[in-house]
């Protein structure tokens, strides 16, 4: 029996984010780019999470790994702009649910993908966007 993917893309964890998370492939889109590191988050892979961060805005390893650690429920993509296999620049809205010190909690982020050596990775974000 297959585990269905953290990212809630309804394909199995093998099929989807793992080969991101292990290195076998890179992820083809900005969106799945958001995906593979909100699985990341879930499985406590902060190396990935580190790599994928862009160079201009990665922080320090201690700083990702010193967060508090949340249980991480559920991811919802909102929308997407641009970031697709040929472009080099993309924007990805979420909502990821976690609980956290005995309480349910959100972050709803557009996040903003840049390529980078060929790769998509992760710059900064906007919490709580206006639509």
Do not use: N
């Not at 099929?15 to 406590?44: F, I, K, N, W």
């Not at 201690?62 to 991480?72: F, K, N, Q, Y």
């Amino acid at each position: 029996m297959s585990t269905r993917c953290p990212c809630r893309s309804g394909r199995s964890f093998a099929r989807c984010c793992d080969p991101y998370l292990v290195g076998t492939a890179l992820p083809p889109t900005a969106e799945a780019l958001m995906r593979s590191r909100y699985t990341a988050y879930t499985q406590g892979a902060v190396d990935y999470l580190r790599t994928t961060w862009h160079s201009s805005t990665r922080p320090t390893e201690a700083d990702i790994a010193s967060d508090a650690a949340p249980r991480w429920l559920g991811l919802k993509i909102l929308g997407t702009e641009a970031g697709g296999p040929e472009a080099t620049e993309g924007w990805v809205e979420f909502v990821a649910r976690y609980w956290l010190d005995g309480r349910s909690l959100q972050l709803h982020e557009r996040s903003r993908f840049l390529r980078e050596d060929g790769a998509w990775r992760y710059v900064d974000g906007v919490l709580d966007p206006l639509r």
